[in-house]
DNA sequence: TGACTTCAGTCAGCTTCCCTGACTACTTTG
DNA sequence: CAAAGTAGTCAGGGAAGCTGACTGAAGTCA
């Protein structure tokens, strides 16, 4: 494509992203979290503390809440998630997070911290200042929720 | 947890990078090159000048060589790419970008530049630039090839 | 030269993820 | 209480990815 770092800022962007989530998953995998996929991980990361609705977890994740649905069953069967009745509304059930996942979410963060320690490790403390500095403004012109 | 916000570095990443590929997408879709899909995309964008083997694309985009052959023939009957054979190896054919690549081509990079000068007129100038900066380097330990 | 090995690409079959549309059950509101 | 809105499910389908088994061409080496 281009010659010299000719490389688009979103591109640069995303190859350290996909780097830690490879960290991630093989961090998980080793510790014997094999048994649930990218996309329910991304539902399962957005469980509250108290239990989240599945309309919710859809909105968040941005897929439909059919596949919010499938993705949660999986989870239930692998015995991350548990669904319990909503006590303020009876159409309602709420998806709540089992041990299973706040171990899991535990080894996650473990290695993110990890992996943001080598960044910082490489780019010097200053430039990781800079970093997240920048890339923080830059979230008020770029997500569209929150 | 640091005081701006509590996302990873590697969140941050994600979200101006997603931000940018949906507005590569709708510009596309909006010229009317809206018969192609993201994963095709993340294929033909990987096509040389002179063309590239299969095998080549699949590495490149880290996906097996039956995908990438998959998401050639879409491409291909979409008018995006010819396959001609390879004179210096007869086993192998070279994807080849037709010209209705090369047109979605410069819209998308276009949009990309846009994007780009949005970014750094929020930023500002200097920080565009530590941006830059801190993100190539982290390409060193982070990117796996190259 | 002939036997291995390697590499390019295809075929077949499968899983996962995500979608739309249509539906039931319950809540809220006028 | 009727109407409108919300939570969630069911049915069906398409896109993207995988593994495994295969053909055909090239390279290697005794």
Known sequence: MEAESGLSTGVLM???????????????????FDDFTPAQARVMQRIGPQGTRLTELAAQAQITKQTAGFLVDQLEKAGY??????????????????????????????????????????????????????????????DPWA
């Not at 995303?14 to 014997?32: K, S, T």
């Not at 159409?91 to 041990?99: D, K, P, Q, T, W």
């Not at 970093?131 to 830059?138: F, M, P, V």
């Open 14 to 32: 995303f190859i350290p992203y996909r780097a830690l989530e490879d960290r991630v998953f093989a961090a998980l995998a080793a510790a014997g």
């Open 81 to 142: 998630v548990r669904r319990v009745p909503d006590p303020t509304d009876k159409r309602a059930r709420l998806v709540c997070g089992a041990e299973k996942a706040w171990a899991a979410k535990r080894v996650a963060d473990a290695v993110v911290a990890e992996v943001e320690r080598e960044w910082e490790a490489h780019l010097g403390k200053r430039r990781m200042k800079q970093l997240r500095e920048a890339l923080t403004l830059l979230r008020e012109i770029t």
